[in-house]
């Protein structure tokens, strides 16, 4: 549990529900147009009440200490059909947003070059992700008046709109990278384990992890490890990969990446590529390459520019 950073407690917040009311009828009407979106959102909100992420919020709302956050659902481009609520902490209502009051915090990320320079360093890589990992970290029930959000129960559109809070740290929130990583960095540091230790410090970016050592074991015995000192604290490291075979087949099915899940692992002729930090990972060459999608257009500046951006 780690409060949010706000710049003063003493912070007196205008009631936006108006705005936040309207910004989810726009939402509303592209429910309406498209029913695979209105599913997916439905879904992934149900998710976070299942998961007690988000609660329905108490009828009495604290004067000065409400907010309504606006959100919307982004799709990710690489994962077909994956949604992701994002809560637009940047919205102004009466010329103050939530971000405006919230501490950035220290930047806590590893050098994304250095994480994956290390990532080369032995000859067994592997690569996990920490599962929602914001959402593992808890803002205390007195803070989660700043993170309402209107919503329809059950998804119904015909429904009442209700009002729900956040009960974690969430995206959108300028301070929530600061924060989630210190948390893990603080696991690492109270760690008994050295290579957990060294690993939670160096081998991180955001919720990825790329580590690489020198044989199966290593890599097996660190899995493990990781795995349960993440466990004791709240998180879940899964969706595991790796160039050595051996290594995948040690995990069990469910905590492996979805494409080799269900994979004969000492059969199967090819593994699917990875991606790890925006690049492509051949397993099988254990080397990096890059996807390029260049579209025919008219030889311009304009597209040369685009091309190279």
């Not at 009407?29 to 979106?37: F, I």
């Not at 700043?146 to 559109?157: I, M, Q, V």
């Amino acid at each position: 549990v780690i409060p949010l950073p706000l710049k003063s407690s003493s912070i007196e917040m205008p009631n936006n529900r108006s705005q936040a009311h309207q910004r989810l009828m726009w939402q509303r009407k592209k429910m309406v147009r498209d029913a695979g979106y209105h599913k997916d959102y439905v879904t992934f909100v149900n998710n976070l009440i299942d998961k007690g992420y988000c609660e329905k919020a108490p009828s009495l709302s604290p004067k000065g200490k409400t907010w309504y956050l606006p959100h919307h659902g982004v799709y990710n481009p690489n994962k077909p059909g994956k949604i992701r609520v994002v809560y637009d902490c940047g919205a102004k209502f009466n010329g103050i947003s939530l971000n405006d009051c919230l501490l950035q915090g220290p930047d806590l990320m590893n050098n994304l070059f250095g994480v994956l320079t290390r990532f080369r360093c032995g000859t067994v890589a592997f690569v996990g992700d920490l599962e929602a990992m914001f959402y593992q970290v808890r803002v205390p029930p007195l803070q989660r008046s700043f993170l309402r959000f209107l919503w329809w129960p059950e998804g119904d559109l015909d429904k009442e709109v209700m009002e729900y809070q956040m009960c974690v740290h969430i995206f959108g929130a300028k301070s929530s990278p600061s924060v989630a990583n210190f948390v893990v960095r603080r696991i690492g540091s109270l760690a008994n384990d050295k290579l957990v230790s060294e690993t939670l410090r160096d081998n991180f970016y955001v919720d990825d992890c790329l580590k690489s050592v020198q044989s199966p074991a290593i890599a097996e015995n660190l899995i493990t490890n990781l795995r349960h000192e993440f466990a004791g604290n709240g998180f879940h490291l899964t969706k595991f990969v790796s160039n050595d075979r051996n290594v995948i087949a040690s995990l069990p099915p469910a905590e492996r990446a979805a494409d080799i899940r269900n994979v004969d692992i000492f059969n199967v002729e090819r593994f699917p590529t990875a991606r790890a930090l925006g690049v492509v990972w051949n397993i099988e060459t254990d080397t990096f390459g890059f996807k390029v999608d260049i579209r025919d257009r008219p030889f311009t500046r304009r597209r040369l520019f685009a091309v190279t951006d």
